[in-house]
């Protein structure tokens, strides 16, 4: 079982630590694992018919593959201390007031809404995107003084980009940046 449980922290943490942003699109039940799977990701976007929840101590477990820890730290402690206790679950417009998703959407919409979300991520500048991500996943972890010091540093590593170089110049020349990821 330490394997097993050990092995699901490792692939969730992983997922969270990936370079590029993550979007998880939650349709239908979105339970247990599948909690801690999109909790795991960056961007949540659920239909409006999703239902999710956390029902492990209700079958003798909690939440053991980083949601007891993602959980309280995308939603706040009270709410999540509510949702892992009871095994509760609630409907997408609550998770969306929550902030456990970003956006709630008609299903018929939730691929399209998904897909133009990262559509218009992959637009963006990589390198700045990767240094954005590293200090978003260490947010609740670090004190202000120690966040600012990585956020200076990102900016360095963003300050020798030909990115940077390309994303003022197509402001003065009023089109779309075309990013290399250099």
Known sequence: MRNFLQTGQRLFDKIENFEKPVIAALNGFTWGGGLELALACDIRIAS???????????????????????????????????????????DAKEAERIGLVSKT???NELNSTVMWTAGTIATRA???LRQ???ILSRVFEINVEEGNKMVTEGCLVCFQTEDLKEGVKAVFEKRAP?????
């Open 178 to 182: 075309q990013f290399k990821g250099k």
């Open 132 to 134: 954005a991500k590293k």
């Open 105 to 107: 959407v008609p299903a």
């Open 126 to 128: 990589p390198v700045a």
């Open 48 to 90: 409006e018919d999703a239902r999710i929840g956390t029902p492990e101590v209700a079958h003798g477990l909690f939440p053991a593959w980083g949601g007891t820890m993602r959980l309280p730290r995308a939603i706040g402690r009270g709410k999540a201390t509510e949702l892992i206790l009871t095994g509760g679950q609630i």
